[in-house]
């Protein structure tokens, strides 16, 4: 009875599909924003007449057109965008990517009509690009992806224009049909008193599926995508230099890597790609963290090209696929595809370091195996294009004496338009080498059998990662994770499960806790006040309780938050939260939490708001108060966080982006330590292409050594990277950089900054469309 509904509801849903014809033409035009070319004279003219968001589906505050056309080989879409007051249009001159906030244009995309992955394309009034992925299964949307396409942008008396070029090389889609069936959605934003999103194509709040939502596009009539093979080969040169103090003479380390990648399509819908000696090129440093009074490994995104292509299809509820744990490969193939419900992906590297994480349940270090390593992914999903999928999972890790193999299932559905069940089951097996646990040992503390020896808390050497790691013993443990979701007009809601056995290991992914239990059930109401300053009202919690898989608690919670956004992009979130929470183990030789880890009770309170006063400047601040473990102690403590962040557009090409946050921890005897770390970053785009950006990022810590009980710290340390770069852009994979970053440093030693390395680089890279 329940799957006879969700096929008439998709029937239903179907006829009322918002259905564009795409014309056709054998005529070509110049992308350069000028819309007089015959060929938009002959397409089809969509009107973007509904809002979206903040109203739902009601008349749009002004008026849109867009022009849709295709040749045998490219996809054009214009946008002719009327405003009544032109000077009120934001707009940046800045790299791609980097526009949300600006007004926008652009088109959706879903190429199998299956709701499942959707490219994204958007364009502001300069013409400058952000290309996407959003993915239906994950809810997240990846803007790491780049694909290589054209576009045009004027600023007119009565509003802008844009042209875009999509050539057809850069999908995959089924080309036996005689007619393609796509997923469409054209789009505007309209950034004013409120954030408007404009479009043809309706959207109900009350169905939790937005790509089930999109129009309908037909048309395209034997269209091939081709081969799409792409070469691009890369040159990086640096020559680093370092020293660990002042008093020491530089080293200085030359380097000339080449590297090589290919992209090609090798049929319609399956894409080979293979890379030589892949770099992070050094063009755009990490955002800073406070790695301060932490337990657990710090994660960092992937930036390098090859491994974020088509990265999407190997994305489940779990992140167990993070190439950024290849730190050092030399080689790579992947191959990524969909025939029809079937989509399927294979990556296979070489790594000479071999970096993955060992985790615990109160922490996790990253431990450097030292030696190549064979690094294999495999994942295949079926997507019934109904109401269900399931796919399968797996990679594997080996080197000499170390091996960690990962299998499973997951699988989604959709219930209802309001209701949808999610499920993975994973299951592994490990085998360390014995010299491993040797990293995580330091002085006389014996590495051998850490846990026949009685190691009282602050007389420790080693830590949790040192049990995790038995030696002569191969770990074999599962992952379960079942999440229900609810999402309508008005109410949210969730519940979850999810069980990690002590043994369980996903080297290839980012699991930093294992040896534990968690349930959570929350939900929450949100209202859409109606011509109001305030357009959205929401408010909701959810309790929490983890144990380890001894029944021992780990912790638990009661959390809430209310928020409220409103005109002038106001944004303001109060929340807060209690709860009994396990500090580290008093002996450090016994995974055992009763009896061994102290249970600390912790309430805190926090207030995040953000406001776009006026069209350059936006800003924001989260502010947090409460208790917080002092985890070098062992003991509770008093946090005082202050987290603020300003984006200052002074002119068209230039934008400032900086950020800081104030953290300190007070506890029994006075101030435990302060840390501060300042991000800023200056960007001044002289054309579409062509840049300079300076970043720097500022670290300072004040501590008390005297109220670290069981270690020795420096009383002051301060850590300053900067960098600039220069970089001009054909396209994403055409470029040019020049840089130079310099690293400086002061501890109790050496009281001044002083440099301790210092890098200049280059990198060249050509892509060949063949």
Avoid at 103 to 129: C, E, H, M, S
Avoid at 325 to 342: C, D, F, M, V, W
Avoid at 462 to 488: C, I
Wanted: aromatic content about 12%; charged content about 25%; hydrophobic content about 35%.
């Amino acid at each position: 009875m329940v799957g006879l509904l969700c096929l008439l509801l998709s029937s239903v849903a179907l006829a009322e599909r918002h259905h564009i014809v795409i014309a056709d033409t054998q005529l070509q035009t110049q992308i350069d924003g000028d819309l007089s070319d015959p060929l938009w004279q002959h397409a089809t003219v969509v009107d973007l007449t509904l809002q979206n968001d903040p109203g739902e589906n009601t008349p749009a505050p002004v008026r849109t057109t867009a022009k849709v056309i295709a040749n045998a080989e490219t996809l054009y879409v214009a946008f002719i965008a009327e405003d009544p007051d032109p000077s009120r249009i934001r707009a940046q001159l800045t790299d791609r990517d980097k526009i949300w906030g600006d007004d926008l244009v652009g088109i959706k995309l879903d190429t199998w009509d299956q709701a499942r992955l959707a490219y994204q394309f958007f364009v502001n009034p300069y013409g400058v690009q952000l290309d996407s992925i959003e993915n239906e299964l994950t809810g997240r949307e990846s803007e790491a992806w780049d694909g290589i396409w054209q576009s045009a942008g004027q600023i007119t008396a009565s509003g802008y224009q844009v042209e875009i070029a999509l050539p057809l090389r850069l999908f995959s889609f089924n080309d036996r049909l005689d007619e393609q069936r796509w997923g469409i959605e054209l789009v505007r934003f309209y950034p004013r008193e409120n954030q408007y999103r404009l479009s043809a194509t309706p959207v109900s709040r009350n169905q939790s599926c937005r790509l089930c939502q999109m129009g309908l596009a037909t048309g395209l009539a034997g269209a091939k995508p081709g081969q799409q093979l792409q070469l691009t080969p890369s040159l990086a040169l640096s020559r680093h230099e370092s020293r660990p103090t002042p008093d020491d003479e530089w080293r200085r380390d030359d380097s000339v890597e080449p590297a090589l990648d290919l992209r090609w399509a090798i049929t319609p819908d399956t894409l080979l790609n293979a890379t030589i000696n892949p770099d992070f090129s050094q063009v755009e440093a990490d955002s800073g963290q406070l790695d301060v009074n932490t337990t657990f490994a710090l994660y960092y995104p992937e930036k390098r090209p090859f491994y974020l292509d088509n990265a999407d299809y190997f994305e489940t509820l779990r992140n167990l696929i993070n190439t950024r744990n290849l730190a050092s490969p030399e080689y790579g193939t992947k191959i990524t595809g969909q025939r029809g419900k079937h989509l399927f992906g294979l990556l296979q590297t070489k790594d000479e370091k071999t970096n993955f994480l060992v985790p615990g349940n109160l922490s996790s270090s990253i431990a450097e195996l030292g030696q190549s390593s064979d690094n294999f992914a495999a994942r295949y999903l079926y997507d019934s294009t109904a109401s269900w999928s399931l796919g399968s999972i797996a990679s594997f890790r080996s080197s000499k004496d170390y091996q960690n193999s990962v299998v499973g299932l997951d699988g989604q559905w959709e219930i209802t338009a309001q209701n949808k069940i999610k499920a993975l089951y994973v299951r592994s097996e490990t085998r360390y080498p014995d010299f491993l646990r040797d990293q995580f040992c330091g002085g006389d503390t014996p590495c051998d059998q850490p846990d026949k020896v009685e190691c009282s808390f602050g007389d420790c050497d080693y830590n949790e990662q040192v049990l995790r790691l038995p030696v002569g013993e191969t770990l074999k443990g599962d992952l379960l994770r079942v999440a229900l979701y609810h999402n309508s007009r008005h109410l949210f809601g969730y519940a979850n499960y999810e069980r990690i056995d002590e043994a369980f290991r996903a080297d290839l992914g980012f699991i930093d806790q294992v040896d534990f239990a968690k349930g959570a059930i929350g939900g929450g109401y949100i209202w859409y006040p109606q011509d109001h300053f305030f357009h959205k009202i929401q408010l909701g919690g959810d309790v929490d309780r983890s144990e380890n898989i001894a029944g021992e608690k780990l912790e638990e919670e009661i959390e809430f938050s209310g928020f409220v956004a409103g005109r002038n992009e106001l944004f303001v979130e109060l929340y807060g939260g209690l709860r009994e929470i396990a500090g580290r183990r008093q002996d450090a030789s016994n995974l055992a939490l009763k009896d061994n880890a102290p249970m600390f009770d912790e309430t805190w309170l926090g207030l995040y708001g953000e406001l776009r006063p006026v069209k350059p400047l936006k800003f924001g601040a989260n502010i947090r108060i409460g208790d917080d473990i002092d985890y070098a102690n062992n003991q509770l403590g008093e946090v005082f966080q202050i987290n603020g962040w300003v984006n200052w557009k002074p002119h068209a090409s230039i934008s400032l982006n900086a950020s800081h946050i104030h953290r300190t921890l007070d506890v029994p005897g006075g101030q435990l330590f302060a840390a501060d770390l300042s991000d800023l970053r200056l960007h001044w785009q002289f054309t579409v292409r062509a840049f300079i950006r300076m970043t720097a990022i500022y670290t300072q810590l004040e501590r008390d050594p005297a109220l670290y009980r069981y270690n020795r710290v420096d009383r002051h340390s301060e850590r300053l990277s900067a960098e600039l770069l220069y970089g001009y852009k054909v396209n994403p994979q055409t470029v040019f950089y020049l840089g130079y970053g310099e690293g400086q440093f002061s501890d109790d030693e050496f009281r001044d900054l002083s440099s301790d390395s210092r890098t200049l680089f280059a990198k060249f890279s050509y892509a060949w469309l063949l």
